[in-house]
Every structure is written in structure tokens, then in C-alpha cells.
């Protein structure tokens, strides 16, 4: 068995340039030559999900016509060499976070079962009667209803950081949540439906002071955001590899490993083991102990060619270009009579949330797709937050660093045609 | 944009716009909820029958175009109808806008809700169109429990739908 151990991968290659070019890496995405309803793509909706490059694409093909073996169990020269693909990857991983060791790092099937994981190993042994869970106003469903089942299971009960009508937490509110009846703090890095960057490191901060550990949804930030889990001193970070341009099916769940460690299994199975025989069996360690069952292997294997690739593009280069087309989308689109853009946070990135007066966000959806733009309409499975801003739903371009101002441009040409087709 | 203006019909807009008998029945003899989750569209359908005959019909609830224009157009369409002939234009009305095949489709028995037709070009809205609908075929039957037509994709079969 290969283990883990205490390697990181170096994953910082060289920039392919200095300068970030979005013809370029355009064309490395296959799927954006694509037409639909007769017209060329626009995709729009990248918080849903993105979409892969072509190295993504081939990685998983190659695994799978010259590599695929069950990992971690075989002798043979195919095993061998799928777990190296496999734990070499997880390797990136972990230096794609900044972990301390790679040992750190659990692959599961996505943000949410990161959190479910969390919210049943570590919250049913070390969360009880009367405890609280603070989680914040903006939050995905996949970081609410986990601690709810939990609350059910325990007896704990949920507290809410508040937020402003810009969307933002209000950090004062937060310090006065926290008590000795605080368990874990659980917050998103990136809100799904508004786009806000919260200030994670001294939400941490804090409640560290209080001894509190913090779970960070990071589905939406990792593809726009470096994340450093040291700097951030944050003790879970999960998130998603098809969200970060690789396959679905295959997340994240860093741990600090001195809680990994403390914590029980999450699922019994093969992998996680270390013996078993009817009247006892041993665990395995991390970060087998976490990943009973053939894990997916080929999704992880994709999900470091992903980190590769996000990588030699070069994360800081994306994220100012992203954060400049934002700024473009939402000067152009907040200029249209009759739009109200939903979250308007000072920080920001990828996401644009809007209501058109008059009309239902399906209807806008649904006019945008007739002109091959892509969006996402409805509560974003956030419906706290839609109950917060007091609309049933928003209309949400969603953006990544191959979309371009021509295709914000014809976002807001096609938000006219609704405009039209309704009489508005 | 053939398909769009087949789907966003005059008739619809306007529905949409001020939708009729948008309130409630006090005293309702029937009242059942119709709700899709995954779209958040929600509509309730209050009925007053007299014997077997829609004296009065309404709906609150709120949703997208084609959904509230659905629910206005069909409390319209049904008042003063029997029991027996709801049950038939709802038959109808789901048969035209699935397109389903083993049923003749009478534009013509349809009257103003033929406008819907162009729904059929359009899988992901048939739900919206139908949502209503079902909640009255729940109200009818007497089903409190609140109905959806997102289940098993976006049209459920009628058994599913108003078993909730």
C-alpha cells in the first residue's frame, strides 16, 4: 500500500505567461465551440457547475483505457500504478490548499458529503444537548440540513450570523452568538446566490478565541479565490472538484489532522480497515479511515489535472481577470431599467444575481436559453437567503475566467429581449 | 423566436399581468396546494361546489408567468362547470401540453387555453403550466396534502402527481 504520508505536491508551475489570455485558454475548453438552439454557447452558469478542459478530459480517458485498476489492494503493476495516479493527486491537492500533509487530505464525492461528514463523525461524538452550531444567513442547503439532521440526532440546536442588504455577515452579531455552548462554527467562503467573499480568517479568528473549531464551505471560492488552509488556520475545508473545472463526483475534505484523528469513521467498508474480525475490528489511518469503498478513482486522478492545469493558467491571473469582468457585468447589467442586482457586497467574485421587474427569473431563464445563454434561476438551493431578500427567486450569471465581455454583452442584449417579449 | 412567442402568447401576458380571481373563498367547500420545490412555484386553488357545479373558483400563489397565467386561465375557464366536465378539461389540458400521444388533442374544446400548446416545445415548463391544474384535480378528489409536478422529472405521470 502507498500511503499518504507527509508529501506535498509542488503544484505552482511556472505561468504559461505573465499575461492572461482568454482566446487562449478558450480553446482549451471543447465544449465552448459548441452551438445550442442554433446559437454559439454562452455559459453562464459555472456555479452549477463548470466546465472541463480538454487535459481533464483526456486524463480521464487515458486512465481509463490504459490505467484503471482498484487501488490500494493489488500487486500487479496496473494497481500500482493507479494508486500512485491516485495518491499523487491527492498530493496536489494538498498543495493546491497549502496543507500541512497530505494525510489531511479526504477525497469524497463533493462539498456536500465533505460536510456530512463532518457534521455526523465529528459532530455526534464531540456535540450534545443544549450545544449550539453557528452557521451563517447564506448558506447552500448542503451546509444547513447536515447540522439540522445533526441537531435532531444530538439535541443542538442552530444559530444564524446575520447578514446586511448588501449581503454581508455582520461580525458583531457573530461575537455575541458565540458562548460556551458553541461547538463549531460552519460558514461559507463564497455565497452560492450572492457572491459575497466573507471574511473567513477572522471569522476563524474569532472563534478560535472561543476554542471553537471552523468548517469552511469552499464549493464556490476554490475555483476563484487562493485558498491557504494554514493562513486561514480554519480546521475543515471542503469543496468540489467539478466546480474547479474537473470531474463530477470527486470533492475535497481537508482536515487538520489532529481532529481527523479524533474523530470516528464516517462509513464502514473496505480501505478503511486495518483488521477485521467479527468481535473487533481496527481503523485504518487517515486518510484511509475516511474513505471506506472504492473511492472514485478516476474522478481524483481528473481532479489533479484540474489543479494542473487551474495552476499553469495561473490562479491570480484568473482571479483578476474574473474580478474585472464582474465588475463589467454588473456595471452593464445593473444599468438596465427595471434591474435589481441581489448582493451587492464590497467583496465580491464570480456571481451575479439579479430580479427583472415584473418578471419571474424562470421566464428570464427561459428567454436567455433561446439565445444559447445559460444561467441559473431559482433559490439556488439557498432558499434562507431569497426569504432574506424577500424575492422567490433571482436570475444568476455565474462566471469563470473563459467567459469574455462579448458574452456579458450578449447576457444584457438578450435581458432586453425579455424586457420585450414581456412589454416591460 | 417562433418558439418564444408561441410559448409567451398575448393571452398569457396579459393573465399574467392581472391574473383573475386571484384571492380566496371564504368558506371554501375544497382547497388543495399545488408546490414545486425545486422552482419554489406555489399555487392554491380554492373551490366552492354546489352541488357537483364550480360556483366559485380562485387561486393565490406565486410563480412564474406561465404558471400564474395557467391558474388565472383555468379558474376563468371553469366556473360554473361541473365536477365531471373539470375533470375532462383537465384531462385535456394535461394531454395538450405533454403532447401525449394516446390522446386526440381539440384545440377547439380547449377554447382559450389552446394558447398553452406552444408549452410543448418546451419540456422544462410543462410543470409550470400544470401546476394548478393538479392542485385542482387534488381539490376534486379531496386531497389535502399538497401536490407537485416536479416529481420524476419535468412531468410527472398523473398516478404520481396526485398521490403527492
Redesign the interface.
Same mark, same amino acid.
Given at each position: 500500500m502507498t500511503q499518504a504520508g507527509n508529501t506535498i505536491m509542488q503544484t505552482v508551475r511556472p505561468d504559461r505567461s505573465t499575461r492572461f489570455d482568454v482566446e487562449e485558454v478558450r480553446r482549451d475548453f471543447p465544449i465552448l465551440r459548441e452551438k445550442v438552439r442554433g446559437k454559439p454557447l454562452v455559459y453562464l452558469d459555472n456555479a452549477a457547475t463548470s466546465q472541463k478542459p480538454q487535459v481533464v478530459i483526456e486524463t480521464l480517458q487515458k486512465y481509463y483505457s490504459r490505467e484503471n485498476a482498484n487501488i490500494h489492494r493489488g500487486i500487479h503493476f496496473l494497481s500500482e500504478r493507479a494508486t500512485q495516479a491516485y495518491e499523487d493527486a491527492r498530493a496536489k491537492v494538498g498543495g493546491f490548499l497549502n496543507a500541512a500533509e497530505s494525510r489531511e487530505i479526504i477525497f469524497v464525492r463533493g462539498t456536500t458529503e465533505g460536510i456530512n461528514l463532518v457534521a455526523q463523525s465529528y459532530g455526534r461524538k464531540f456535540i450534545g444537548e443544549e450545544d449550539e452550531i453557528i452557521l451563517s444567513a447564506m448558506e447552500h442547503h448542503s451546509n444547513i440540513v447536515p447540522w439540522q439532521i445533526l441537531c435532531e440526532q444530538v439535541g443542538a440546536r442552530l444559530r444564524i450570523i446575520p447578514m446586511n442588504d448588501d449581503g454581508e455577515l455582520l461580525i458583531d452579531e457573530y461575537e455575541r452568538l458565540l458562548s460556551d455552548r458553541t461547538k463549531v462554527v460552519a460558514v461559507t467562503h463564497l455565497s452560492n446566490a450572492l457572491g459575497t467573499i466573507n471574511p473567513i480568517k477572522q471569522i476563524i479568528q474569532i472563534a478560535h478565541r472561543h476554542g471553537v473549531p471552523v468548517l469552511v464551505d469552499g464549493a464556490q471560492a476554490v475555483p476563484h479565490l487562493k485558498v491557504d488552509v494554514r493562513n486561514l488556520d480554519c480546521d475543515f475545508y471542503a469543496f468540489s472538484g467539478h466546480k474547479l473545472y474537473g470531474p463530477t463526483g470527486v470533492g475535497v475534505l481537508y482536515g487538520k489532522a489532529s481532529l481527523l484523528d479524533a474523530m470516528p469513521p464516517y462509513q464502514g467498508g473496505g480501505d478503511m480497515i486495518r483488521s477485521v474480525t467479527f468481535e473487533k475490528t481496527l481503523y485504518n489511518v487517515l486518510p484511509y479511515k475516511f474513505e471506506a469503498g472504492t473511492p472514485n478513482i478516476a474522478g481524483g486522478i481528473g481532479l489533479g489535472a484540474a489543479i494542473d492545469y487551474l495552476s499553469q493558467v495561473g490562479l491570480d491571473l484568473v482571479a483578476a481577470y474574473e474580478r474585472e469582468l464582474l465588475d463589467y457585468a454588473t456595471d452593464v447589467v445593473s444599468t438596465i431599467t427595471g434591474v435589481q442586482i441581489i448582493g451587492t457586497a464590497k467583496e465580491k467574485a464570480g456571481i451575479l444575481s439579479f430580479v427583472l421587474e +415584473? #418578471?419571474?427569473? !424562470?421566464?428570464v431563464g %427561459?428567454?436567455l436559453d433561446?439565445e444559447g445563454i445559460a444561467i441559473r %434561476? +431559482? !433559490?439556488h438551493c439557498a432558499?434562507p437567503v431569497?426569504q432574506r431578500f424577500g424575492v422567490?427567486?433571482t436570475a444568476r450569471a455565474s462566471l469563470a475566467f473563459y467567459n469574455t465581455k462579448e458574452e456579458v454583452d450578449a447576457l444584457v442584449g438578450a435581458i432586453h429581449k425579455v424586457k420585450r #417579449?414581456?412589454?416591460r | 423566436?417562433t418558439?418564444? /412567442?408561441e410559448?409567451?402568447q398575448e393571452v398569457i401576458?396579459d393573465h399574467n399581468?392581472s391574473p383573475r380571481n386571484f384571492r380566496e373563498i371564504d368558506g371554501a367547500t375544497q382547497i388543495a396546494e399545488g408546490y414545486n420545490p425545486?422552482?419554489?412555484?406555489r399555487a392554491v386553488v380554492y373551490l366552492q361546489l354546489d352541488n357537483d357545479v364550480i360556483g366559485d373558483i380562485s387561486f393565490q400563489g /406565486?410563480?412564474?408567468? @406561465?404558471s @400564474?397565467a395557467s391558474a388565472s386561465m383555468m379558474t376563468v375557464s371553469l366556473k360554473g362547470k361541473t365536477r365531471t366536465e373539470a375533470e375532462d378539461l383537465f384531462q385535456r389540458f394535461h394531454s395538450m401540453v405533454t403532447g401525449a400521444a394516446d390522446r386526440a388533442i381539440e384545440p377547439q374544446a380547449l377554447g382559450k387555453l389552446a394558447a398553452f400548446s406552444g408549452i410543448r416545445e418546451?419540456p422544462?415548463?410543462v410543470k409550470?403550466a400544470n401546476l394548478a391544474w393538479h392542485a385542482l384535480h387534488a381539490a376534486l378528489d379531496g386531497n389535502r396534502e399538497t401536490v407537485s409536478t416536479e416529481e420524476g422529472g419535468s412531468d410527472a405521470t398523473l398516478t404520481a402527481d396526485v398521490q403527492g
Amino acid at each position: 500500500m502507498t500511503q499518504a504520508g507527509n508529501t506535498i505536491m509542488q503544484t505552482v508551475r511556472p505561468d504559461r505567461s505573465t499575461r492572461f489570455d482568454v482566446e487562449e485558454v478558450r480553446r482549451d475548453f471543447p465544449i465552448l465551440r459548441e452551438k445550442v438552439r442554433g446559437k454559439p454557447l454562452v455559459y453562464l452558469d459555472n456555479a452549477a457547475t463548470s466546465q472541463k478542459p480538454q487535459v481533464v478530459i483526456e486524463t480521464l480517458q487515458k486512465y481509463y483505457s490504459r490505467e484503471n485498476a482498484n487501488i490500494h489492494r493489488g500487486i500487479h503493476f496496473l494497481s500500482e500504478r493507479a494508486t500512485q495516479a491516485y495518491e499523487d493527486a491527492r498530493a496536489k491537492v494538498g498543495g493546491f490548499l497549502n496543507a500541512a500533509e497530505s494525510r489531511e487530505i479526504i477525497f469524497v464525492r463533493g462539498t456536500t458529503e465533505g460536510i456530512n461528514l463532518v457534521a455526523q463523525s465529528y459532530g455526534r461524538k464531540f456535540i450534545g444537548e443544549e450545544d449550539e452550531i453557528i452557521l451563517s444567513a447564506m448558506e447552500h442547503h448542503s451546509n444547513i440540513v447536515p447540522w439540522q439532521i445533526l441537531c435532531e440526532q444530538v439535541g443542538a440546536r442552530l444559530r444564524i450570523i446575520p447578514m446586511n442588504d448588501d449581503g454581508e455577515l455582520l461580525i458583531d452579531e457573530y461575537e455575541r452568538l458565540l458562548s460556551d455552548r458553541t461547538k463549531v462554527v460552519a460558514v461559507t467562503h463564497l455565497s452560492n446566490a450572492l457572491g459575497t467573499i466573507n471574511p473567513i480568517k477572522q471569522i476563524i479568528q474569532i472563534a478560535h478565541r472561543h476554542g471553537v473549531p471552523v468548517l469552511v464551505d469552499g464549493a464556490q471560492a476554490v475555483p476563484h479565490l487562493k485558498v491557504d488552509v494554514r493562513n486561514l488556520d480554519c480546521d475543515f475545508y471542503a469543496f468540489s472538484g467539478h466546480k474547479l473545472y474537473g470531474p463530477t463526483g470527486v470533492g475535497v475534505l481537508y482536515g487538520k489532522a489532529s481532529l481527523l484523528d479524533a474523530m470516528p469513521p464516517y462509513q464502514g467498508g473496505g480501505d478503511m480497515i486495518r483488521s477485521v474480525t467479527f468481535e473487533k475490528t481496527l481503523y485504518n489511518v487517515l486518510p484511509y479511515k475516511f474513505e471506506a469503498g472504492t473511492p472514485n478513482i478516476a474522478g481524483g486522478i481528473g481532479l489533479g489535472a484540474a489543479i494542473d492545469y487551474l495552476s499553469q493558467v495561473g490562479l491570480d491571473l484568473v482571479a483578476a481577470y474574473e474580478r474585472e469582468l464582474l465588475d463589467y457585468a454588473t456595471d452593464v447589467v445593473s444599468t438596465i431599467t427595471g434591474v435589481q442586482i441581489i448582493g451587492t457586497a464590497k467583496e465580491k467574485a464570480g456571481i451575479l444575481s439579479f430580479v427583472l421587474e +415584473g #418578471v419571474h427569473a !424562470h421566464d428570464v431563464g %427561459t428567454i436567455l436559453d433561446q439565445e444559447g445563454i445559460a444561467i441559473r %434561476t +431559482g !433559490h439556488h438551493c439557498a432558499m434562507p437567503v431569497m426569504q432574506r431578500f424577500g424575492v422567490p427567486a433571482t436570475a444568476r450569471a455565474s462566471l469563470a475566467f473563459y467567459n469574455t465581455k462579448e458574452e456579458v454583452d450578449a447576457l444584457v442584449g438578450a435581458i432586453h429581449k425579455v424586457k420585450r #417579449v414581456f412589454g416591460r | 423566436m417562433t418558439g418564444l /412567442s408561441e410559448l409567451y402568447q398575448e393571452v398569457i401576458l396579459d393573465h399574467n399581468n392581472s391574473p383573475r380571481n386571484f384571492r380566496e373563498i371564504d368558506g371554501a367547500t375544497q382547497i388543495a396546494e399545488g408546490y414545486n420545490p425545486l422552482c419554489g412555484d406555489r399555487a392554491v386553488v380554492y373551490l366552492q361546489l354546489d352541488n357537483d357545479v364550480i360556483g366559485d373558483i380562485s387561486f393565490q400563489g /406565486s410563480g412564474c408567468a @406561465i404558471s @400564474i397565467a395557467s391558474a388565472s386561465m383555468m379558474t376563468v375557464s371553469l366556473k360554473g362547470k361541473t365536477r365531471t366536465e373539470a375533470e375532462d378539461l383537465f384531462q385535456r389540458f394535461h394531454s395538450m401540453v405533454t403532447g401525449a400521444a394516446d390522446r386526440a388533442i381539440e384545440p377547439q374544446a380547449l377554447g382559450k387555453l389552446a394558447a398553452f400548446s406552444g408549452i410543448r416545445e418546451f419540456p422544462v415548463r410543462v410543470k409550470c403550466a400544470n401546476l394548478a391544474w393538479h392542485a385542482l384535480h387534488a381539490a376534486l378528489d379531496g386531497n389535502r396534502e399538497t401536490v407537485s409536478t416536479e416529481e420524476g422529472g419535468s412531468d410527472a405521470t398523473l398516478t404520481a402527481d396526485v398521490q403527492g
